[in-house]
């Protein structure tokens, strides 16, 4: 049994059916094939599945698809404007805030709605705001330096 299903995905509006049983990160990376959203433990533990529903941060693994009906959602795809990345995304980038990446997604999703909630977060703050999302790599120093530099819009003029 397939049930329609309407909803905005980085900016495109997409109409098609699903099983009600479809999670939202099976629509996003089977169905729509938008893969920087990753999977990582199913339970909604990791954050490796981060995407922002009407302007929130969800886990995509913990939600049906129709959930996100008539919504808007923004994957790690969509945080790019015009083949230009995100402050959040440079700053990733600029600070070496991955190792391996799969991780990276969710953690700037995370990490834009943090600022977003919280915009003069201290470091401490930055820390408790990503305790729902998991790096296996990092140790997390370099996350944080890349969120306080997009804190401090000096994306850009970092030295490594």
């Known amino acids: 049994m397939s049930i329609p299903l309407s909803l905005t995905v980085n900016g ?3 109409n098609t059916s699903v099983d009600p049983r479809t999670l939202l990160v099976q629509l996003i990376r089977e169905q729509l ?5 990753h999977v990582g433990c199913d339970t909604a533990q990791c954050g ?7 302007g929130r941060a969800v886990k995509s693994c913990s939600m049906l698809a129709l ?12 945080l790019a404007q ?25 953690m700037v999703m995370s990490a834009v709605q943090l600022l977003k909630d919280k915009p003069q977060a201290n470091e401490q703050e930055i820390r408790e705001g990503l305790e729902g999302n998991i790096c296996r790599c990092t140790g997390y120093h370099n996350i944080v330096k890349s969120i306080q530099l997009c804190q401090s819009g000096k994306v850009g003029t970092a030295t490594a």
């Open 12 to 14: 495109k509006s997409i």
């Open 33 to 37: 094939q938008l893969t920087g959203t």
């Open 48 to 54: 490796a599945c981060t995407v922002h529903l009407n």
């Open 67 to 78: 959930q996100a009906q008539g919504g808007t959602v923004t994957t790690i795809e969509g």
């Open 82 to 106: 015009n083949g230009t990345m995100h402050p959040m995304q440079a700053a990733f980038r600029e600070c070496h805030g991955l190792q391996c990446g799969f991780c990276t997604p969710g």
